[in-house]
């Protein structure tokens, strides 16, 4: 059953689907083989990653991400160190360790194949998992999805095969699946069950009560109230130390041969000059946004991101690629806003983590399957709509912020230099924050009544990912990933 705090993991870097997610399923697949006592007759795994997770994943370290699965690592504690060295330790040792607990042999060239011509039909982010005994005979084969935000699926090892550039069957894909009925979402003791903006409204307007209110009572339901707030203000913690980290980092240079300078500390020096607001926790109220408060939430942004891109612990919230939007006016809210306080922070979480299950439900966050739309976009909307609840904007204010922020995200192609989720991705997450806030801003300012609704705009994100060309949706055969290279 979903839960909002689905939407934010804690994760490591850079990339939600394409590191998070492999990790993830690589580590399911080992535990399935521990589970039917298999473990102790495989001699070699052999991993194949298909479309996106192909086409880009050395970039962002799919490679890297599996093997550290294989060895049943998961994203919340693995060692990063060890993560951004583990392809070269196995291949000078010649084994990787299965599970933690049994060498197998390792050839890197062999067992790790980036198949750049053939695509699982059902989603562009899949990989096989196939197991063989001593003798070369196979004893298991898995089929994943890595479907977004570090969710994953499981298939069938008969899913499906196409063309890298083919399109999908009608009635093959993940995208769907979508339907009216939210009950099998939510526990049966969930009591507001939603599976549209629309619903949701109708169900704060007949309950009174407001949109974070509803999110609580449904999560409430199978889980006490302390569960739930040490688990969201958890998620704030490692969302500020990630801010911190970005903003004092002593690297340099980002990792990945693009040779990308990190920003933030810098800035930050800058910045901190005049008021520390990190350090000591400085507030100012917030009526307009001062261009310094811009630059502020700019910082939050890019150091979040900049950790992403170099490997370190961050909140996919709700995916990697766009990790900094969120934080970043969390931070605002937190430094800028008078009344800020934990339970705002608790409220902001559960409104922005409703607009995410709906994205997430009715179109998708994966940038693979519609672009970064999908994954800034839907971020700023969750950011816009967290904001606006705790800045005491009524239900429909809150779904006017969050329709904002996206509409001006549609089309946003994911097209990723050199398959590093640095340019354009981490200056997209600072402009996309403060667009976020600028929705909110709008929003106030009517009674939360406009043209097009947030179900409407959720549904023309996901059929304008279904239009866009594969070259524009985390393949890095388009856009600045080939200009910036050509120029």
Not at 52 to 81: F, I, K, W, Y
Not at 90 to 110: K, P, Q, V
Not at 239 to 261: A, E, F, H, R, Y
Not at 458 to 469: F, L, Q, V
Request: proline share 4%.
């Amino acid at each position: 059953m979903f839960s909002i705090l689905d939407m934010f993991k804690i994760g490591v870097g850079p990339s939600s689907s394409h590191t998070v997610g492999p990790m993830i399923a690589a580590s399911n697949f080992v535990a399935s083989l521990q589970n039917r006592d298999l473990i102790g007759r495989v001699g070699r795994v052999k991993s194949t990653l298909y479309g996106s997770l192909s086409m880009t994943g050395l970039g962002h370290g799919t490679d890297r991400a599996t093997m550290a699965g294989l060895e049943g690592n998961v994203p919340a504690t693995v060692n990063t160190d060890h993560l951004l060295n583990i392809r070269e330790e196995c291949e000078s040792a010649g084994t990787l360790n299965l599970g933690g607990r049994h060498n197998i042999a390792f050839d890197y060239d062999t067992d790790m194949i980036f198949e750049k011509w053939k695509m699982l039909a059902a989603h562009p982010n899949g990989m096989r998992f196939e197991a063989f005994n001593e003798h070369g005979e196979k004893i298991d084969e898995q089929v994943w999805y890595s479907i977004g935000g570090g969710f994953v699926r499981e298939g069938h090892p008969g899913d499906l095969l196409i063309g890298i550039h083919e399109k999908a069957p009608k009635g093959s894909t993940f995208a769907e699946e979508a339907s009216v009925d939210s009950s099998n979402d939510f526990p049966p003791e969930a009591p507001y069950p939603f599976a549209s903006g629309n619903e949701l409204l109708e169900i704060c307007k007949r309950e009174d009560k407001s949109i974070s209110e509803i999110v609580w009572a449904n999560e409430t339901a199978t889980r006490t109230p302390k569960e739930i707030k040490d688990a969201l203000l958890n998620v704030w913690r490692h969302m500020d130390d990630c801010v911190k980290n970005g903003c004092m980092s002593t690297q340099t240079i980002l990792p990945g041969g693009l040779d990308v300078p990190r920003r933030a500390p810098k800035i930050y020096r800058e910045l901190s000059g005049n008021a520390d607001i990190l350090s000591h926790n400085v507030r100012r109220p917030a009526s307009v946004l001062e261009s310094s408060e811009c630059t502020w939430v700019d910082l939050f942004a890019l150091a979040v991101n900049e950790e992403n891109a170099g490997g370190g612990r961050i909140v996919t919230a709700p995916t990697n690629g766009s990790a900094g939007i969120i934080p970043a006016v969390l931070e605002y809210y937190w430094h800028f806003a008078g009344s800020a306080d934990e339970e705002g922070i608790i409220r902001f979480l559960l409104a922005a983590g409703a607009v995410g299950y709906l994205f997430k439900r009715n179109a998708s966050i994966s940038g693979a399957e519609v672009g970064c739309q999908g994954e800034v976009g839907s971020a700023a909307s969750m950011a816009a709509a967290g904001l606006c609840e705790v800045m005491q904007g009524t239900p429909r204010q809150v779904e006017n912020a969050a329709e904002v922020a996206m509409e001006h995200h549609l089309g946003l192609t994911c097209d990723p230099v050199a398959g590093l989720v640095q340019i354009p991705c981490i200056e997209r997450n600072a402009m996309a924050a403060n667009t976020a806030i600028n929705a909110v801003r709008m929003a106030l300012l009517g009674n939360g009544q406009h043209m097009v609704s947030l179900d409407q705009v959720i549904k023309t994100m996901k059929d304008t990912g279904a239009d866009m060309m594969s070259k524009y949706k985390e393949t890095s055969e388009g856009g600045l990933a080939v200009n910036m290279v050509e120029c």
